[in-house]
């Protein structure tokens, strides 16, 4: 029993283990969130930018180390505002060397409210520290887009910056930010988080930065136009010198491949993919580019003989049909549907577009038969052409009999009536002579389930 009870708890402690190589390996593998969208306002395009990564790790950004600092100054870049005038163009990986950046530079406010900040600050001469600014902690009011200073040493006056996060809300006493590497545990394991503190009385805040967002960033508009075509993507802002990752949105057209983007509304060809990138510092409306899709329609002989190739059409262009080379005996043709038992849809030779408007698409055309059939009278010895598989209908007012041989005594078997309808499947011409030596010609023919011969025209 003790020996089953260890065997066991072994396995769950290597079940338990490696579950957690197995989320861990999945952490690695994941990338930063491109679920925001840039406006060109710089503190909304920061927020949305760093609330987008809920979630993640250090590992999804490729993180080394303490990374809270790190994460302030990756948002910044993503969002455009990474341009050493409102935020640093490198990457600083500590909150008091970004609160340094922030003095020496005058890019921003430094709001404190402990002297032992500003006092450790002058012992670094780093310079003039008028953008440092005493404030009360309980009369000061945050604001959307600072960059909110923590101290974890339980002494916040001891000039110690251990944390730092990004405001995006405030209601009342109570403020929401963004912070990185947040958790109990090592930077491996702690995630982008969303938090809510009482900013008036938590006494681990010890200040704020606030970046000087009125700078001036210059922006461009790219629109979008499907070009006859819809769903186009919405407008997106390229923010100057940096590359802008157009829309992966793709527009659709009934008949068309959609091929990529032009600045030009008629091009053929496409300067930009859908997801490609846009550098150049101008505003532009990209045209959908398209290609029409290309058919193929083939020719089904449906009961006929003989052999058609296949015509290969293009979406919104007007071709003629191939002429109609199958033959039916006893039948004429008649023009080509869309199912082997449909009607005409087109005529043949008929000039038709647009049977498809898939790419690589296959239509089939079936021949529409129709039999022939012909009227006919016995009085004044009316000749009529014969053809094998025809209907011949018996004229009104008149009864054919019909025999069991095409011969002089021939037997009749059986009469038909009035306007009734014979199916010849053969004929022969006799060789006796009749009525001033023409030769009389009798069809083959079945009728109420017998076969027999008529004599129904004379071959003059």
């Given at each position: ?280 510092n101008a505003s532009a409306t990209l045209y959908a580019v398209w290609r029409a899709n290309s058919y193929t329609v083939k020719f089904n002989a449906n009961g006929g003989t003989g052999s058609m190739a296949p015509q290969t059409f293009t979406y919104n262009k007007v071709q003629i049909l191939r002429v109609n080379s199958f033959k039916r005996t006893g039948y004429t043709f008649q023009g080509w549907a869309t199912t082997s038992s449909g009607s005409v849809k087109y005529k043949d030779k008929q000039s038709a577009s647009n049977l498809a408007s898939i790419n690589g698409a296959t ?98």
């Open positions: 029993m003790k020996i089953t009870k260890i065997i066991t708890s072994f396995f769950l402690v290597l079940v338990i283990a490696c579950s957690f190589l197995i989320a861990e390996q999945a952490t690695v593998n994941a990338a930063p969130s491109t679920n925001y969208t840039i406006t060109g306002n710089p503190i909304e395009d920061l927020i949305s930018v760093a609330k987008a990564q809920k979630g993640k790790r250090a590992s999804d950004f490729n993180f080394k180390d303490n990374w809270c600092t790190y994460f302030v100054c990756w948002t910044a870049e993503k969002a455009g505002i990474a341009n050493n005038k409102i935020f640093p163009t490198k990457s600083i990986n500590n909150p008091m060397d970004l609160s340094i950046w922030y003095v020496k530079n005058k890019t921003g406010t430094y709001y404190y409210f402990y002297d032992s900040y500003y006092n450790r600050l002058k012992d670094l001469k780093i310079g003039d520290l008028s953008c440092m600014q005493k404030e009360a902690q309980k009369s000061f009011t945050p604001q959307k887009g600072d960059l909110i200073l923590f101290n974890y040493t339980g002494k916040p006056d001891n000039h110690t910056w251990s944390h730092i996060g990004i405001v995006y809300d405030r209601q009342g006493d109570s403020l929401s930010y963004v912070q990185g590497n947040a958790g109990n545990g090592d930077y491996k394991t702690n995630i982008v988080k969303l938090t809510s503190t009482y900013y008036k009385t938590n006494t681990c805040i010890v200040g704020y930065l606030r970046p000087n967002y009125n700078v001036s960033v210059s922006t461009f508009t790219i629109a979008y136009n499907a070009n006859g075509g819809t769903g186009a993507p919405s407008t997106q802002t390229k923010i100057k010198d940096r590359t802008l990752i157009l829309s992966t949105v793709k527009p659709t057209r009934t008949g068309y491949t959609f091929l990529g983007w032009s600045a030009s509304k008629t091009a053929t060809s496409a300067t930009y993919l859908a997801g490609g990138s846009y550098t150049a239509v089939n055309l079936y021949a529409v038969w129709k039999q022939n059939t012909s009227t006919f009278t016995l009085n004044g010895y009316q000749c009529i052409k014969v053809e094998k598989n025809m209907k011949v209908n018996v004229g009104a007012g008149y009864t054919l009999r019909f025999c069991n041989a095409p011969t002089p005594n021939n037997t009749r078997i059986g009469s038909i009536p009035n306007n009734a309808t014979v199916y010849v499947y053969g004929y022969t011409i006799n060789q006796y002579a009749n009525d001033a030596g023409k030769k009389i010609i009798w069809a083959k023919i079945r009728y109420n389930n017998k076969d027999g011969w008529v004599n129904y025209a004379y071959l003059k």
